[in-house]
Every structure is written in structure tokens, then in C-alpha cells.
């Protein structure tokens, strides 16, 4: 068992002192993963990968009762939380600014051009579609869009290998993109 499953293992035993612990571990890994989610973003998003991780985290403990798996279920969590802080800023800063949204890119699109900036809102609404019509494939996304986990760390969470992530990254983003253009 990981450092990480023992310490989330504890936490659900009620042991405010491993949440703690446990975010001192991972804090790093999770800052790392927001600034890949950040990378060459363009416009205005104002979060430094460490405030998007803070963030993150105050969502976290604020949740109730989380009955911890494993380590790949507190990422596959923490992405899902970094999600909805970037949709609820983007949300408060298109109702400022009336200007169509943030946009942020997409990583791993093609590594050979600039990746293309994208609507985080236009893309959470596709993304909702998407997991009406597979679930599976909605959360990959949001593993990998939302929360910066590579191909092999998508893998891991989902209990998949790289070849098999990689094949439904690729349908799943083909799938969003004719949704957003639509």
C-alpha cells in the first residue's frame, strides 16, 4: 500500500492529522499537475498553478465524508475539483467581463503547432454531453484536460493501460470538438 493510500486510508478513519500529512506529500505532485494544466496559457487566467492546487484543496476539505479508494481515486478527485474551480472563474469572468469566457488550450493536441485556445465553458458544456453518451470517456477528459494527469497517469487512475487511454483521448477529443463547433 502507497504513503498516499495509508495516509487517505487514515484520513476516512476520522484522523484530521493525516489529511494534513497527506497534502504535504502530494502538494507538489498536484502543483506540478496544475502548472501542465496552466502551460502556455495566453489569456488572462489569473491562476498561478499553486493557487489553482489551493483552491482545489479548500473544495476538498469542505466536501463531506469521502469514503478514500486509493491514491488514483484522490487524483481522479482532485482533478474533478480543479475542474470546477476553473469553470467557476471563468464563469465569474465572463459575467464581469462579457467577453465570451477564458479561454484555455488544450495539451496534447499536436505538439508540432500552438495548441488552440479553447472556451472552458463551451468545452464543460460539451463535456457534460459527453458523459451522457460515455461516462468513461467524459471522465479521461477530465483526468486529462482539468486535471493536467499525463497518458500514463490517466492510466493509473483508471486502471488502464497508455495505448487504451491514448485511443479514447483521441475519440473523446474528436468527439468534443465536432460537439463545441456544432
Request: charged content about 25%.
Amino acid at each position: 500500500m502507497s504513503g498516499v493510500t495509508s495516509l487517505l486510508l487514515q484520513w476516512n478513519s476520522g484522523d484530521g492529522s493525516a489529511r494534513e500529512a497527506l497534502m504535504e506529500r502530494v502538494h507538489s505532485e498536484l502543483t506540478a499537475i496544475a502548472a501542465r494544466r496552466l502551460a502556455g496559457e495566453r489569456h488572462a487566467l489569473t491562476f498561478e498553478p499553486a493557487a489553482l492546487v489551493n483552491e482545489a484543496y479548500l473544495k476538498l476539505i469542505d466536501l463531506e465524508r469521502i469514503d478514500w479508494q486509493n491514491r488514483a481515486h484522490f487524483f481522479a478527485m482532485a482533478a474533478r475539483l480543479m475542474r470546477q474551480v476553473l469553470i467557476d472563474h471563468a464563469r465569474k469572468r465572463d459575467a464581469a467581463k462579457r467577453d465570451g469566457g477564458v479561454r484555455v488550450t488544450w495539451t496534447g493536441v499536436d505538439p508540432g503547432s500552438d495548441p488552440p485556445q479553447t472556451d472552458v465553458l463551451l468545452l464543460n458544456g460539451a463535456l457534460d454531453k459527453l458523459a451522457e453518451a460515455d461516462p468513461d470517456r467524459a471522465r479521461l477528459v477530465e483526468l486529462r484536460f482539468f486535471g493536467g494527469l499525463t497518458i500514463e497517469e490517466t492510466a493509473e487512475v483508471l486502471g488502464s493501460s497508455p495505448a487504451t487511454v491514448k485511443r479514447h483521448w483521441d475519440v473523446a477529443r474528436g468527439w468534443l470538438h465536432r460537439a463545441m463547433k456544432a
